[in-house]
């Protein structure tokens, strides 16, 4: 289950990284994995920025703040720019109201950072984001927000509540960028499945997410998408299935000499779910000499 949540967790990442409505194209100044990267072309945009579209680039120098779990710094810049929500456009409050949130509770904050007061501070605005994207129908950021729930509320009941939620407002949207987070809903709806042990209908979701993944052409979404499809069809006990899709997935990532751990974790379970304790050791060593 480790590596399964480490996965879901990336997912969770794609879903927050979709793509941007500003008049500046956000998505192009953001590397998610470099947030301190990503500040400094948000600040040379700032340069020229003016209404609006300042505001929202603060909002996103702040979140690369929260990225580095600095949520201090987030709210302090946050702060700073709270006189002008006033006069600003619904897009600019929500993707603060968003940004106010996650710097209370996100996937960046450690489990016990997230008291009671913070939690009800980050529902607040996550609430009051949703509202207003609904209302102005900013369907990718009503997703966002939606979303946000499920750091909050995170009983496996829950989280299939809130996907379900977000995929209804992305499959109802006639707008592109609210319809490219269907793969990571759907994702982060079979994760929920699977945990409630729902391991077929988990497959299912699966199995869409990866279709759409492979449409979108996304190399390193689709190998997520199929480490996930043989997590749940292990726990179905269709190993040899399994099997065959995390050894191509080994040779995948030998070839472009990125070993995956999470792979080999999965590896390791297969061979010791088939009684072969020597290639379980084998995948345990591999996966512990990534780990050094």
Known sequence: MIAAAARAGAAWLLLVTGPAMAAIDLAALWDFARPEASE????????????DDALILQTQ???SHGLRRDFERA???LRSQQPLLAGAGPEARVRWQLEWGRSFASAAHPPDAVTPAAR????????????????????ALAIDAIHMFAFL?????DQLRWGREALAVAIASDQPAA?????????NIGYALHQLGQYEDALAEFRRA????EAAGQPGPVRVAHWMVAWTLRALRR?????AIQLRLEREGDAAGAPDPYVFEELEALYRQRGDAARAAHYAQRRQALAR
Request: charged share 40%; aromatic share 4%.
């Open 40 to 51: 400094q072309r948000f600040r040379e945009a700032l340069a020229s920025a003016q209404g």
């Open 61 to 63: 120098i702040a979140r």
């Open 75 to 77: 709210r302090e810049i």
């Open 120 to 139: 009800a501070e980050a529902r607040r605005a996550f609430e009051s984001a949703l509202a207003t994207a609904r209302e102005s129908r900013h369907d």
């Open 153 to 157: 509320d995170t009983a496996p009941a």
């Open 179 to 187: 319809r490219r987070w269907e793969a990571s809903i759907r994702n």
């Open 210 to 213: 990866l279709a759409l993944r």
């Open 239 to 243: 190993d040899d299935e399994a099997l």
